[in-house]
């Protein structure tokens, strides 16, 4: 079997351009559902919209070609953009996580007393 290498960079192109909407979607939906006050619709749809878009692009990939090269770059694609959003998220400070960092980094303005047992 050998290795078509034109058809796994065209599927990874496309699945590239295609992960990165979908995971820009993702944000965006996120960022309104916060927003909402009905956030379990507005996501519903957002999966719905997204997942069918990364299905209906991924099928068109795949039934262009006679192999499955263009699927697997289609696929390894979508994986690398998903580590890499992981990463960044991961990386973006809440405003929670920073409020708790500062208070635990500030130091108290009164000595520790070490606790006294027995009455």
């Known amino acids: 079997m050998s290795m078509d290498w034109d058809a ?12 990165l909407l979908f995971f820009a979607g993702l ?21 719905a919209l ?7 692009v991924g099928y068109w990939v795949s039934a262009r070609s006679n192999n499955a090269w263009p699927l697997a ?15 960044r998220a991961r ?6 996580s920073t409020q ?4 635990t980094q500030t130091p108290s303005r009164t000595p520790a007393t070490p606790e006294r047992g027995g009455a």
């Open 73 to 87: 770059g289609y696929a390894l694609a979508f994986f690398v953009v998903r580590v890499l959003a992981i990463a």
């Open 50 to 56: 997204r997942i069918a878009a990364l299905l209906g």
């Open 100 to 103: 708790t960092q500062t208070q």
């Open 27 to 47: 944000a965006w939906g996120m960022r309104l559902a916060l927003r909402s006050t009905q956030p379990a619709s507005l996501l519903l749809l957002s999966a």
């Open 8 to 19: 796994l960079l065209r599927g990874f192109l496309w699945g590239l351009s295609v992960s």
């Open 91 to 96: 990386m973006v400070p809440t405003p929670t």
